[in-house]
């Protein structure tokens, strides 16, 4: 048995069937060409290059994995599940297609998941599942969700938690960066509060990931005991990655979580992986042991 890969569990990779699908439709979210339309956001024109899987191949290191997610802000998840199945069956069924050292997230509706259908997703081989962060964006919503979350608890499937859609209307008059910086953070410290407030209790063994270090929510743990009464108890089955973040941010990350709840995530092709200056045993641990205790449970 060979040594464990280096990880990065959060990528983003158009598969042609997706692109196709995407094409087909009259609405948002839809693509024009190498344009995309979404209900909230300006029009982007997507690169084509980025979604290239044999070029994208070529800038990963060799015995490495790549995972990727459907693009959750495209709001997929949230269409009416007749609109949403035909391009989750198209992100399901191309991102299989998808070379080494590819590896995918399945995605459901949020309004209307198909549990059940997940068991074909998890014996095709997808590492997990990816939610939109208003999925747990609070403690209601992620008692509503329990029996979702529940259904991955119990095969030892972990979730990762992305940001969504942009409520219509929050981008008027702000520059194009705005929904990364505000609205998408804003997503991820609701679901990471939320999470702590009635996640774990519900969901005792579930394992799931924040990408973005969670939007930094759990540098906020200090407010959170002056505000709450409670003391911040790290829970270590609740992973942040280290996507669109640089040395400063992953040092906040570091002195809130330790580094066994850090996994190394790019979000390419929107950013790149950062040089964090771990040392080699940290960098080792957020690259290679942490991910794997994240996708297959090892203890720490």
């Not at 990065?8 to 995309?36: E, F, I, N, Y």
């Not at 999925?135 to 969504?164: F, K, N, Y």
Request: hydrophobic share 50%.
């Amino acid at each position: 048995m060979g040594a464990p890969a280096r990880v990065d569990v959060h990528q983003h990779l158009w598969p042609p069937a997706l692109v196709d699908a995407l094409r087909a439709r009259s609405r948002p979210p839809m693509l024009r060409g190498w344009t995309l339309h979404t209900n909230a956001e300006p029009p982007f024109d997507v690169v084509a290059s980025d979604h290239d899987a044999d070029a994208r191949a070529a800038l990963e290191p060799d015995s490495s994995r790549a995972l990727v997610s459907l693009s959750a802000p495209l709001g997929i998840e949230y269409l009416p599940a007749g609109e949403a199945r035909p391009l989750l069956d198209a992100w399901h069924r191309g991102a299989l297609q998808l070379p080494a050292p590819f590896g995918a997230w399945a995605a459901v509706s949020a309004a209307d998941p198909d549990v059940e259908g997940l068991t074909e997703l998890l014996e095709a081989g997808f590492v997990g599942l990816q939610v939109p962060a208003g999925v747990l964006g609070s403690p209601a919503a992620i008692e509503a969700a329990a029996p979702l979350l529940r259904w991955c608890e119990q095969r030892q499937w972990p979730v990762l938690v992305h940001p969504g859609p942009v409520a219509a209307g929050h981008t008027r008059g702000v520059p194009p960066w705005w929904p990364a910086l505000v609205d998408y953070v804003a997503q991820l410290h609701a679901a990471w509060w939320a999470w702590h407030s009635v996640g774990r209790c519900l969901l005792p063994e579930l394992r799931l990931c924040f990408v973005a270090g969670a939007g930094l929510a759990p540098a906020h743990h200090e407010r959170f005991a002056a505000r709450s009464g409670n003391r911040f108890v790290v829970d270590p089955n609740a992973f942040v990655d280290t996507s669109s973040q640089g040395r400063q941010a992953v040092d906040a990350l570091v002195r809130a979580l330790g580094v066994d709840n850090l996994v190394l995530g790019s979000d390419r092709p929107y950013a790149e992986p950062a040089d964090l200056h771990l040392g080699d045993a940290a960098a080792h641990a957020v690259s290679v042991l942490n991910p794997s205790r994240l996708l297959e449970g090892a203890a720490p």
